[in-house]
């Protein structure tokens, strides 16, 4: 299974000590020393696991014009209008529905563009690491976000999607930026460890997922365009 880049001091870093244990174990017979090395190896197993970075639907073909998919794997906490908090109101300035990801430390933490079209803006902000399951988290924690604009021949779409560390992620990696293009369900970034991803969809689109549904990043849809017409 493909590893995504950035994981890969992670996985390799616990191996060291971990050879060094089981060798120094061997060469004096004593079991203590080899059996040190077995957490080590259980957490390169783990970022293994964490950094995986599998194969979805929008990788073997283009999704459909009209579809927003979930930018990762989790479990949608918010569906429809902006999540409330304390000010600043944590959905953009505008006319906005919501879409909120809770990625769990065991899910993939690749993400993917909800949607197709060109970033036009991006920003990053240092903040809190708030538990990303909080709702002050929105507002209070470190986040990237991008702003996608896709001319068709309805009318111009835009769709805004923030990156959102918790507790215990301390990095955002977004591996796009503004004047470039992305395809819906194109990788372009990821979150280390707890993390939450934000979408931010017009009126127009009709939410197609709820709260505590599961959901897979490039293939779940969770929003639809109006038909054409």
């Known amino acids: 299974m493909r590893i995504d880049p950035a994981g890969w001091p992670l996985v390799t870093g616990p191996l060291a000590p971990a050879v060094l244990l089981a060798a120094a174990g ?28 599998p194969e979805r639907d929008c990788d073997r073909e283009e999704p459909p014009a009209d579809v927003v998919l979930s930018p990762a794997d989790g479990m949608v906490m918010v569906a429809g209008e902006p999540q409330e908090g304390v000010a600043p109101e944590p959905a953009p300035e505008g006319g906005w529905q919501q879409v909120s990801v809770f990625l769990s430390v065991v899910d993939v933490h690749v993400n993917r563009s909800p949607y197709r079209g060109e970033v036009v803006e991006s920003s990053y902000r240092k903040g809190s690491f708030l538990a990303a399951y909080r709702a002050e988290s929105a507002h209070r924690n470190e986040r990237s976000e991008l702003w996608l604009r896709e001319d068709h021949p309805e009318g111009e779409r835009t769709v805004v999607f923030r990156q959102l560390v918790g507790v215990l992620a301390r990095r955002i990696v977004t591996r796009t930026g503004v004047g470039q293009r992305l395809a819906t369900g194109e990788r372009f970034g990821l979150m280390k460890f707890g993390s939450r991803m934000d979408v931010f969809l017009p009126r127009e689109c009709t939410i ?4 505590g549904q599961r959901v897979r990043g490039g293939e779940t849809v969770i929003a639809r365009w109006p038909a054409a017409g």
Not at 26 to 51: H, K
Not at 208 to 211: A, G, I, N
């Open 26 to 53: 061997r060469s004096t017979g004593r079991r203590g020393l080899r059996r040190a090395a077995w957490p080590f190896l259980a957490l390169s197993a783990y970022m293994l696991l964490f950094f995986r970075d």
């Open 208 to 211: 197609t997922v709820s709260k």
